[in-house]
Each structure stands twice: as C-alpha cells, then as structure tokens.
C-alpha cells in the first residue's frame, strides 16, 4: 500500500542537540511539507518541497532545516537553535497543484528536556 | 493573505444528534477549501475538498460542507453523531499562487455523548 512513513514515532532528546526526523513516501508524489502542531494552535507551516533539490520556508522555519535529495524523502532537522522544539511534527505530501488533498503520515512526537 | 477560522475550539453533541463544525475564511481569490479529521496521536486523514466544481460537497463517514462565497464560510455539518466521531477537525485553505500549501485553522475537537 501507499502511504507516507514518519520515524520514530516518538523521540527524546536533550536540550542543546540537533535531531532529524524522517519521512519518506511512495506515493510518487512531487511535493511534501512539514508541519508542526501545538495544542490549540493548528498547524503551522515549517518547509514545503515541490521538486527535487528544491525548498522554501513555511511560516515557521526558523530553527529547522531540510534537504530534498530524493523525490521518495524529506528529512526534517530540528536544530539547537529553535527555542521550543518539543510538539508533535507531521510530514506530507501532494501532487502539485493547489487544489491538490496533503496525504499525511502519522507523525513524530518530539519531546526536548 | 489567506486565514482560516474555526469558531468554537471544543464542541460536545449527543450521539444520534446535528453535528455543525463552524468554519469562515478569508482570501483574495476563489479559494480551495478542505476539511480533515485527526484521531488522538495520529495523522490527518481527508473528509472532503471543494474546488468549485459545486457548493455542497459530500465526503467520507457521511459529512458534508457548503460553501457560501456571500457569508465567506465552510461549515461541516453531519446529521446524526456516531461515537466514532469524536476526533479533533481542521477546516484549510489554499489558493492557486501558494503552491499547494495549506493554511489549517487551530482546530475543532468534537465530543459525543451517549
């Protein structure tokens, strides 16, 4: 089956360190985001990626980075400098289009002490 | 710029009962609108999308939304509640010159009672 893939699912790490979460797709779709959820707040756009070795900010980007190596996967890294990393990220994907549905996977679940 | 808002952050309903998810946006052009349903410690998972084909779209699991250009709104409405409806919901946006991207308003978590 088709889906998008999110590890770990859950992650600890200490306050200071780097952490990659990973998502990768077979859908055969062009485009893939990363969004982060907080409680009561939605969900907020950190990157979006419409083709390979290609990305842009969401409204959010600071303190994370990413790399479009393949069309199948779309690292997320959630680095030293983000000032509150722990929440609940999701990764999705898309044909290009705007009116085209996310397809999203089940998420990762950071938590940073 | 685009905005979606989800008027009332926890709705609670008796099961057999109207379900009415509230949802109004804002955007310069004709906008795409989607609703989707979280379940606890889970991804999003598509209920329905307009995109102008017709102003009363139907999805999965029996909800339905109507979009109304005049009052700038996407309610999702459902006739009767069943217990496995009790999740959170997210009413989106996207335009043609975003890309794709979504805007989510902050959320609707429904409760049904028995």
């Known amino acids: 089956d088709g889906g998008i893939t999110q590890s770990p699912k859950y992650l600890f790490r200490k306050e200071g360190q780097n952490v990659t979460l990973s998502c990768e797709q077979n859908l055969n779709h062009d485009a893939m985001y990363w969004y982060r959820q907080d409680p009561g707040q939605g969900l907020r756009l950190i990157y979006y990626s419409q083709i390979v070795n290609d990305f842009q900010k969401g409204d959010i980007a600071e303190g994370y980075s990413v790399s479009r190596e393949k069309k199948e996967s779309f690292p997320l890294t959630v680095t030293s400098a983000q000032k509150n990393p722990t929440a609940f990220y999701l990764c999705?994907?898309?044909?290009?289009?705007?009116?085209?549905?996310?397809?999203f996977g089940n998420g990762t679940r950071l938590t940073v002490t | 710029a685009q905005s979606v808002t989800q008027l009332g952050s926890h709705v609670s309903v008796s099961e057999g009962a109207l379900v009415l998810l509230r949802c109004n946006y804002s955007?310069?052009?004709?906008?795409?609108l989607f609703w989707y349903v979280q379940y606890p410690n889970q991804g999003l998972q598509l209920l329905l999308k307009?995109?102008?084909?017709?102003?009363l779209v139907k999805g999965i699991n029996g909800f339905e939304a109507e979009f109304k250009k005049s009052e700038t709104s996407f309610h999702l409405t459902k006739p009767s509640a069943h217990m496995s409806d009790a999740a959170e919901y997210f009413c989106?946006?996207?335009?043609?010159?975003?890309?794709?991207?979504?805007?989510f308003g902050q959320g609707t978590e429904l409760s049904v009672k028995p």
């Open positions: 989106a946006v996207s335009e043609d010159n975003q890309g794709g991207k979504l805007i």
């Open positions: 307009y995109t102008s084909a017709a102003t």
């Open positions: 999705a994907s898309s044909i290009r289009g705007s009116n085209s549905p996310l397809h």
């Open positions: 955007s310069s052009v004709p906008p795409y």
